[in-house]
C-alpha cells in the first residue's frame, strides 16, 4: 500500500512543486496520473520510490516512511520504468540485461535463469540481439522486461507509451494489463487519455503540483471542471457521448454514458432494434 499524507516535496529549499498532496493507492490498483507538464506527476513517482523524500507530510509504502527505508528495500517493492528506456539499459546482450538486476543482488541461480528464459520467450527476444541496436519498441519492452523479471509487488511506469506506435504501445500495455491482473500493483503516469481509458481503473489528476481530482476512470474523465482544470481531452469516445449529451436533451442513457467504442455500439445497436 502506498500513502502520501499532506506531501509536500521541493528540488531546493525555497520552492515547493507537490503542495499538501494526499492520497492511497491499495495493492492490485492499476492508477493513471494525469495533467500537463509541470504538474508534478513525475515528481510524484520519485516521491513514490524514495529518490526524493518530502519536505512536509509522509510518504508511506506498507506503512513505513520512506524515509526510514533503504534505497535497496524500496528497490525490492517497486519496479520503476523511466520514460526513456535507455536510460536503464546498460548491457551488452539482452539476456545480460534482464540477469542485471539478479547479478546486482548476487542472486543468480537455476531459478534466476529459468525466470529469464521464460521472459525471454513470452517477449519474443533474442537473446544475443545488442540492447542499443534494437527499435524504440522492443527496447522500451526490454526495459519493462528487465523490471518484471524481477517480480516486484509494485511497478511505476513514467509515461510507458510515448513515441510507440500503436501495435508497440498495444503489446506494452497488454502485458502490464496481464501483470495487474496477476496482483501487480501499477502506477503509471500517461498522457495519452486513450491508454489511459482502455487500461486504468482510477486516475489521479494533478495541476500546479496538487490533486485535483482522485475517482474512478470514466468520472474523471468526464468531469468537465477537473479537464478544465487540468487541461486534459478526454478519450475520443467520452468526448463524443459528452458532446452528445450536451446536444441532445433525451439522448438514451447507454449511449450518453458509454466509454469505450465497444459500450457506443452496443447501445447504437440496441437503438436501432428499438430497445429505448
Ligand atoms: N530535477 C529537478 N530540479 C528542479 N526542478 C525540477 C526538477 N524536476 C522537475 N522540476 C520541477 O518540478 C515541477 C514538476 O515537475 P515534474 O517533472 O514532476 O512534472 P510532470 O507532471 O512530470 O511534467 P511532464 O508531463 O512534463 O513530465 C516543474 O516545475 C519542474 O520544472
Ligand atoms: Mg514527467
Known sequence: MIEFAQVTASYDDDLAVLHDVSFTINDGDFVAFVGTNGAGKSTTMRLINGLLKPSAGEVLIDKMPTTQLKTSELARKMGFLFQNP??????????????????????????ELDRVD???????????DEPYLLNRGTRQLLALASIIVMEPPVVILDEP????????????????RQLNEGGTTVVMVCHDMEVVGDFAQRVIAMTAGQVVADGPTFEVLRNSEVLKAAHILPPQITEISLALNQNCAQ??????QANTVDEMVCALVDVEKGGF
Open 251 to 256: 439522448l438514451p442513457l447507454p449511449i450518453a
Open 161 to 176: 507509451t510515448t513515441g510507440l506506435d500503436y501495435r508497440e504501445c498495444e503489446k506494452v500495455m497488454g502485458i502490464v
Open 86 to 111: 535507455d536510460r536503464q539499459i546498460c548491457c551488452n546482450t539482452v539476456r545480460e540485461e534482464l540477469l542485471f538486476g539478479f547479478s546486482v543482488q548476487g542472486e543468480v541461480g537455476q531459478a
Open 118 to 128: 521464460a521472459l525471454i520467450e513470452q517477449f519474443g527476444f533474442n537473446p544475443d
